[in-house]
């Protein structure tokens, strides 16, 4: 079945226009989800730099595929699951470590090259080529991470299913997300940007760039490329007394020197940031 036609049947019923029990209906999300797993097709394309275009059918795709999906057992040597999305299989052929017990969900797409610890990738996901998902860090459902990234340990990407034409989370090439970092709500971090431990970046959270010349530019929702940032607080007034909010600060540029020569924890270090 050819896109187009997926992407018709699909949207017909979403919409309610054709009923998800039709047959028709059932091998168009079947098709999406295997397109999604095996890498032919992404819920998120980029369009531009920093910019990013929504395939929103094939989220629609996704929703319409848990509902045909039945509860079942799957039995992964001493591990026992209950749910309705089997794990992804072949990971040899594909090229791809997984260390017990990562978890990848079919209907998810990892590159060749790509090493997933102890961690988690949700249906939709799609995990770039050389890019290492470490202990406990986890990929939501529909985040796209690029290649050559880390993803520290802890770190918690979230998943954006609905709706559908929302943007999912966005972590572009060769950018390092420290251990623990928060990564929600269609938040977009650029191509080689650094963050350091425990940043949290959601579509409204302050980014505020105070490196020289910047005068205190606020992003929201976006870290610019080769930003370094780090956690950070603002004071705010409220009617019963002062308070220190949340927020980030981009403190530096990552330079070319940590590119060739040094570990993407020392473009913190260098900001004496302990990592």
């Known amino acids: 079945m050819d896109r187009e036609t997926m992407q018709t049947l699909i949207e017909a019923a979403a919409s309610g226009e054709r009923s998800a029990d039709d047959a028709v209906v059932g091998a168009a999300v079947e098709a999406t989800i295997a397109a999604l797993d095996d890498g032919s097709l992404r819920v998120a394309e980029q369009s531009g730099p920093g910019e990013w275009r929504v395939n929103a059918w094939a989220k629609q795709a996704i929703l319409l595929y ?59 996901g799609w995990v770039g080529a050389g890019t290492m998902v470490d202990t406990w860090a986890t990929v939501g459902s529909c985040a796209q991470i690029g290649r050559n990234v880390h993803l520290a340990g802890g770190v918690g990407i979230g998943g954006v299913l609905e709706p559908p034409q929302a943007q999912p989370v966005i972590v572009e090439d060769n950018a390092f997300i420290g251990s623990r970092c928060i990564i929600v709500e269609g ?15 959601t579509a409204s959270s302050r980014i505020v760039d ?47 020197r940590h590119d060739k020569n040094l570990s993407l924890e020392q473009a913190l270090r260098d900001y004496d940031v302990t990592v």
């Open 66 to 124: 848990f509902g045909m999906q039945d509860m079942v057992i799957h039995e992964v040597g001493p591990f026992q699951f209950h749910d309705k999305v089997p794990l992804k299989r072949n990971l040899d052929a594909a090229g791809v470590r997984v260390v017990p017990p990562g978890t990848a969900r079919y209907g998810s797409f990892l590159e060749p090259g790509v090493i997933l610890m102890p961690g988690y990738v949700n249906i939709g």
């Open 187 to 201: 938040a977009v971090i650029e191509e080689e940007a650094v963050l350091g431990a425990g940043v949290m970046i």
């Open 210 to 256: 105070v490196r020289e010349g910047a005068d205190g530019q606020v992003y929201r929702g976006r870290v610019p490329a080769r930003a370094v940032v780090v956690d950070g607080v603002y004071p705010r007034q409220f009617p019963g007394g002062a308070a220190y909010i949340r927020c980030a600060y981009i403190i530096g540029t990552r330079s070319e």
